[in-house]
């Protein structure tokens, strides 16, 4: 059957409007793929350093030069072999450094990532269904979330929506993401949609040889195991779901987090998990559930600063390696994970280090965010690696000495020299910048000097006009004025509305907000599961409960900060995960070590 072409929800009331057919919305997360996002058409370019391929042999050229053209990479050579065809004329910029595949980050509610780390966290967690109603959450985390998604300014714009996705983009680059999960926009039309922006967005790809993942799962699909099984089924791509995100207790084979891996099960001996199906966070399944995982060929996304900070434990990750379960990695989100994916790969460092004697190497936990992620998502043919035919998205550090993988890991934001996505350079130190043609926005990281590069002719317009630096000046006031935002959404929600003469048939002004499951029903759960109790069991907005959520926020809310882009701009975040008491001491007082 042929693709319908996709729409454009544009988010100013006073642009065009377009409707989706019944259709149009069920694919509405599956929309075709016109192409490659934004290659360049201009200059070819050449990139040296020690190059780390993470091809199938773990390949890692000492003097090295990547050649690249119209978004994809050419070829990779030693700098003794000459240049390919085409490139005897391009200048070769020195980077003095090494090179890698951008990092992909398979899981992160990126729309949190301007809030800063809940600390402390009040106390351990058994499940996911228990954190929400703590009254902190809604104060801290769920309350000015609703205000970012809800509030309109005076001529009726979500004012915060740009500024925010500006940010937590940014926020991704600084730490070498290049690819992550997308901020999705729900509408007052019935219309969800994923903002088009810098990063890949493994969600919404517009790439042909990448495959979109699907990480929503509709109330339909999750009513019971054969369902969900008959959805997967249908997937050319991967599933990442929220499965078993809790504990279950040493020794103990019951929980709530790991019953709602258990209701997988279809018949005995039948499981609702093929290649497909990717878990995220895993930490409640028990060592003989990742046998069953890897029986059926399903993968896991681990996150463990987000499960130590909220259960004291993560995923027994020795068990899944020891099943060969192929993992990826996501910092999960700012309120109780790391800054970065550069940071998530920190803790696991530390994890592995002192609490599995060291099960994996540096070199295993970067496959997890670049070679081992994009196989995950069906990707491996196009990205993850630095080889011919690859998208052209890597990373640059600092130095081209000692093991390479060991130095990502202990590199710190500072240490990061380029970033480029798809052949287009857009973070950097100035001089690389300039060096491959482009210039951008001034910022400092750390005290050190860089350049954004922000231009996107294919980018979603409301954020094309907005800085960074507008953004967090944005953001910023915003998060100090939260009480009186709060009551300017109750005032408009009980005002009548304005009088105005309006055609007939004109079509209902759209509506924007952020498409966020625990505050409004949007028919697609943030962090999805099947329910093993019946109907009553899944997430959502019903989580909180009633009485906290009839507290006015304009009553309830305070002023909060803006999370640091950086962990090197953040003067407080080292201390307090320091302060962590959830946190193993290896990772409380180590961490600061690798910063």
Known sequence: MAKAA???????????????????????????????????????????????????????????VVYIDKGSIVAVRNRSAGSPAGFADVAIVETGGTIFPGLIELHNHLSYNALPLWSPVPQLYGDRGQWPRHPDYRRLISGPMTVVGEYRDA?????????????????????????????????????????????RNVEQTDDPA????????????????????????KEDSCYLLHLAEGITPANATESVARKHFLALEVAPGEWAINDRLTAIHAAGLVPADFK???????????????????????????????????????????????????????????????????L??????????????????????????????????????????????????????????????????RYGLPATMKALGVEGEALKVGGQARKLYLEQASGDPDVAKVSLAAATKTLKRAFSRLPDLARAIEKAGTSPPAKRLVAFDAPRPVVWTLALDEIRDTGMDQRPRLPFDGPHDFTGPKLAPAASKSTPLSTLLGAIELDSLTVADDAHFLARIAAEPNLPESIRSGLAQLY
Not at 162 to 178: N, S, W
Request: charged share 25%; proline share 5%.
């Open 6 to 64: 996709r729409r454009w929800y544009p988010l100013a009331p006073d642009k065009p409007q377009v409707v989706e057919t019944a259709a149009d919305r069920a694919r509405s997360l599956k929309a075709p793929k016109p192409g490659p996002v934004d290659p360049l058409d201009g200059a070819r370019l050449a990139l040296a350093g020690r190059v780390v391929t993470m091809d199938d042999r773990f390949t890692v050229k000492k003097n090295a």
């Open 155 to 199: 001529r009726g714009q979500a004012a915060l929506l740009a500024p925010l996705v500006r940010y937590v983009e940014c926020k991704c680059m600084l730490g070498g993401v290049t690819t992550s999960q997308g901020i999705m926009l729900n509408s007052n039309a019935g219309v969800q949609r994923y903002y088009r922006g810098i990063l």
């Open 210 to 233: 990448l495959s979109e993942a699907q990480a929503r799962i509709a109330d339909v699909d999750a009513k019971d195991a054969r369902s969900f099984l008959a959805r997967l089924e």
């Open 292 to 358: 069953t995982l890897a029986r059926f060929g399903g993968s896991m996304v681990w996150s463990p600063l987000s499960n130590l900070l909220l259960y004291g434990a993560t995923a027994h990750v020795d068990a899944a390696r020891k099943a060969n379960v192929r993992i990826g990695i996501g910092s999960d989100w700012s309120p109780s994970g790391s800054k970065n994916l550069l940071g998530e790969l920190k803790v696991a460092w530390l994890y592995s280090q002192h609490l599995l004697d060291g």
């Open 360 to 425: 994996f190497s540096a070199r295993d936990l970067v496959a997890m965010a670049t070679r081992d992620a994009a196989a995950i998502l069906k990707w491996q043919g196009a990205l993850g690696t630095l080889e011919a035919g690859r998208r052209a998205d890597l990373l640059i550090i600092e130095g081209n000495a000692g093991d390479p993988y060991e130095a990502l890991i202990r590199a710190k934001e500072t240490s990061i020299t380029l970033v480029m996505i798809n052949g287009v350079p």
